[in-house]
């Protein structure tokens, strides 16, 4: 079986391209709209369990699919989103950020590493794995956890990690070996 894992729907700082991270940003109408339709793509599908970040936008997304599906949510603090610090709220387009991003076992000023975060994102993703062998399990969450979702499941250099990214709402579907 498999662990589908897709990021939440829009928000007005997705369209503003400002970092989120840690910030609790609920989905705007797009987004709302992009979970509906997430929904409607997964009604047919068994999961085992449904696991969600603990920010709005990703269990905004989680309980429309729940709602179609008639299922309870996991909150799993563990699938936050990474805490860029200072930098949340601020333009991706900044300087500072683009050379930060690159920096993987760094702290952003007064947030975390990708190091940090890859840490608690493994460790999650070694506990579920028995369940997924065994059923399919859904994990909803952010455009950060994506890459380190991928890097769990594929080698990848650092400019590949660095611009990996799915789409909101985006689904994409992983096995354990």
């Known amino acids: 079986m498999s662990l589908y894992f897709t ?3 829009e928000t007005n700082y997705n369209l ?3 970092i989120q991270g840690s910030l609790d940003i609920s989905l705007n109408e797009t987004g709302f709209k992009q979970a509906k339709e997430l929904a409607e793509k997964l009604k047919d599908k068994k999961f085992s369990s449904i696991y969600v970040s603990p920010l709005l936008r990703a269990r ?3 309980n429309e699919v729940a709602k179609v599906l008639g299922m309870e949510l996991k909150i ?4 936050r989103e990474e805490n860029y610090g200072l930098m949340e709220g601020t333009s991706r387009h900044l300087e500072a950020y683009k050379k930060q991003r690159v920096r993987f076992a760094y702290c952003y000023p007064k947030g975390e590493s990708y190091l940090k975060v890859a840490a608690r994102v493994y460790s999650f993703l070694d506990e ?3 369940e997924a062998t ?3 399990v859904l994990v909803v969450a952010h455009g950060g956890m994506s890459r380190i979702v991928n890097s769990y499941f594929f080698d990848m250099e650092n400019d590949e990690f660095i611009s990996y990214s799915i789409s ?3 689904l994409v579907k992983y096995d354990f070996k």
């Open 60 to 62: 905004q997304t989680a």
């Open 16 to 18: 503003a391209y400002l």
């Open 128 to 130: 579920i794995k028995e």
């Open 134 to 136: 065994k059923n399919d």
């Open 168 to 170: 909101n709402c985006q």
């Open 7 to 9: 990021r939440h729907g």
């Open 76 to 79: 799993d603090n563990r699938l």
